[in-house]
């Protein structure tokens, strides 16, 4: 499948960027120590196979989804093959008691990348799931930054996104309270990117499109909702030039020139059908959709359901910043840099607040989502919650 076609592009980004830094990143990974976090996930396997070829002294990759794990282990060896350097793939959650008890048994490590997120708007319906998404992106990203202080690791790296600017939706504000968790000590050097949609990317819309046709199915998504779109590998070359090349507080972005196309998901779900040789048919109903497939699927058609986006946290489109942001244009060719300041006293006191209700609240044990999306609010005032009372759970 040509993803670059789909996508509406003819040359991949992030190239040329690090074949002009090539060297140095080179020669920063050749024979040192990498703790990777989240490893297993579509932009994590492309990030450990990125630092893997460039010979690092010992590579350690958590996850808890072993069958991806198995999966990275199965494709590195099979495309890579080996190294001289020690490696370790360890299927246990980061924030773990195991992980703790391993971590106490090594050494200290040059990188520590944090690649593990929730990153669904939909798991935010709930108490229990937005708990979740604040422990894994918000207080194991404080952790493990910990931890990368204690060791004196030379750089922290974790992944963000484009919807933490601007937040519409309650994740996409856990992510910007994270970089603030990043961004408000100088014990050690961190760096962060904000990404387009990962096309194909596990778990992603498109990557659903491809089961769906799998499973004679129909494809259903929403209209006007538009986005940026990377690839898989594009995503790695990001997040490796920003571990290496970033400076403290910086947040690298893909530039958005006409290279990277803004589209909407039903254009993008058109365009997929039509590299698999199906003709799409627009169907009135989700019914309608879901009783036509054999008979369209004979005569090589393909029954879509398009709908006007009704759910909550819905942006119709993203963005990586705003005009208030200080931003170098000029040092790379597809990625534009903010340079982020340090925390004012006014954000330091809401993130403490912020954590400090979140800690009481996870020690009683009990909690309503009103509680952690008041928190959430206070801490990122810049958060304007789409609530609309409908969730994508809702939808086919």
Known sequence: MNIKKIIG?????????????????????????????????SIGREVAAHIFKRSP?????????????VELVRDLRSSIGYTDGETQFLPIDMGSIEAQAFL?????????????????????KDAYSLMRMIKVNILDTLSTLEHAQRIKATKYFAVSTD?????????????????????????????????????????SLLHGF??????????????????????????????LASLILGNHRQIFFPNLDASLELLTFSEIAVRFLETEGYEPVM???????????????????????FFDSDTSGEKPFEEFFSKEDTIDWTRFKDIGVINTPAL???????????????????????WQKSDLINAIYAACPDLEHIDTGRFLDNRM
């Open 344 to 366: 004012t006293g006014a954000e330091e006191t809401r993130l403490a607040a912020f954590l400090d209700t979140v800690h009481n609240l996870r020690e009683q044990g009990r």
């Open 210 to 239: 491809r089961q769906r046709l799998a499973r004679r199915q129909p494809l259903s998504a929403p209209r006007a909702i538009r986005r940026y779109f990377v690839t898989g590998p594009e995503s790695g070359y990001l997040c």
């Open 283 to 305: 169907m009135d109903s989700e019914d309608e959709a879901r009783s036509r497939v054999e008979e369209l699927a004979a005569a090589k058609r393909w029954p879509c359901y």
């Open 57 to 69: 002294a010992a590579l350690h990759v958590m996850d808890i989804s072993e069958n991806n794990l």
């Open 163 to 203: 919807k933490a600017k601007n937040p519409a939706n309650l994740m996409g504000a856990t992510k910007r309270i994270m970089e603030d968790v990043l961004f408000r000590s100088d014990a050690t050097l961190v760096s962060t990117a904000r990404f387009a949609n990962v096309a194909f990317s596990d778990g």
């Open 9 to 41: 592009r003819d040359r991949d980004l992030f190239i040329d960027d690090i074949a002009c830094h090539e060297r140095e990143i080179s020669d920063a990974i050749k024979g040192s120590r990498v703790l990777l976090y989240g490893g297993a996930g």
């Open 104 to 124: 106490a048994e090594q050494g200290p490590y040059d990188y520590v990348l944090n690649l593990a997120a929730m990153k669904h708007v939909r798991s935010e």
